[in-house]
């Protein structure tokens, strides 16, 4: 029994699960799944979660991949929630096809599943969905940098720094709402690096990390030196791509846009690494996911989306100390405020 248990414990482990302070194991237990837990995004989702569970008395396991994309991590992860006895799992899954067939088995185990974030493909996969309009987001970036450049969009040289060949839906609407808000045809809405526009330089991937955006951005250099507008999935890519671009003096020449608000992302616009974010809010996501398992566990009720939206939106800010006419827009100070990590 003593092998059993220590077995079991190890194997835990080895998922990166942490208990929270929260119900007994007989009462309420929810499991969060994050794509890592070293991400300043994720971090602060884990501690929403936390901070709610513990408030409603629920248990919660928290687990991750060890890098942005481990979706064997994740699937591992569901399969131990299941046979835990979890009432319901809070994920953001690294891959949102291959997730599904461990969401319904989940699904069908009689667990609520709510995606945080990053919706699963199909979003209807998961019982919920609670998120960022992330083409939004990708759209206010795209619109602030088209209105920035004015007259000179129409020649951009365009880099785009995205997140994991697999392109999670997250990674898809960034990019397609930059697209439309840039004024550029994305082609099919629904994947990566099918458009034609000469404005484009082309694409790379980053993992979602400061040294996977300096490769990446040095990849995009090489295949043309005169990118003036980057793209990129999230902050600490971006932070990358600056690092990348100062390299070799072209950091004053660069605009470069995000989407996080993140706090070490807020103050790179503020000094100037960004020229604008598109802020969103992890805590609430997990926060209003603990909510959701507990109320179905004592309800057997399940959330709905936002009126006219197949998720429920938990908001979007573009951060800029530069604004653009026509685009809605907070300031630093502001975003400051409302950032994490």
Request: aromatic share 4%; hydrophobic share 40%.
């Amino acid at each position: 029994m003593k092998t059993n248990l220590i077995g079991a414990t190890l194997g835990a482990l080895a998922l990166g699960v942490v208990f929270s302070s929260g119900a007994h194991a007989a009462g309420v237990s929810a499991c969060l799944i994050t794509k890592t837990d070293t991400n300043p995004f994720f971090v602060k989702m884990k501690e929403g979660a936390t901070a709610k569970a513990k408030e409603l008395g629920v248990t919660l396991k928290s687990y991750a991949g060890k890098i942005d994309g481990d979706s064997e991590s994740q699937v591992a992860a569901i399969e131990t929630c299941i046979a835990d006895g979890a009432k319901g799992i809070l994920i953001t899954a690294s891959d949102t096809k291959g997730i599904v067939p461990a969401v319904k088995e989940a699904r069908d185990a009689g667990l609520l599943v709510i995606a945080l974030d990053t919706p699963l493909d199909p979003v209807n996969a998961a019982d919920a969905t609670f998120a960022t309009d992330n083409l939004l987001a990708g759209k206010l970036i795209g619109q602030w940098a088209a209105a920035t450049l004015g007259d000179k969009a129409k020649d951009a040289k365009v880099a785009f720094l995205d997140l994991t060949p697999a392109q999670p839906s997250v990674d898809v609407m960034r990019d397609q709402g930059f697209m439309i808000g840039f004024g550029i045809d994305p082609k099919d809405p629904t994947k990566i690096g099918d458009e034609t526009d000469p404005r484009i330089v082309g694409h790379d991937i980053t993992n979602g990390n400061e040294e996977g955006g300096r490769t990446a951005m040095e990849n995009l250099l090489q295949k043309n030196p005169n990118i003036n507008v980057v793209h990129t999935i999230n902050e600490p890519a971006a932070a990358g791509a600056y690092e990348a671009l100062k390299a070799v003096g072209k950091q004053k020449d660069v605009l470069i846009v995000s989407v996080d608000g993140g706090c070490p992302g807020v103050k790179n616009v503020k000094d100037g690494v960004i020229g604008a974010t598109s802020q969103q809010y992890p805590l609430m996501m997990a926060a209003l996911g603990i909510e959701a398992i507990k109320k179905f566990a004592d309800t057997g009720e399940k959330p709905k989306p936002t009126a006219g939206k197949d998720f429920f939106d938990t908001g979007v800010s573009l951060v800029t100390d530069k604004p653009a006419k026509g685009v809605p827009s907070i300031d630093v100070a502001e975003g400051l405020k409302k950032c994490w990590g």
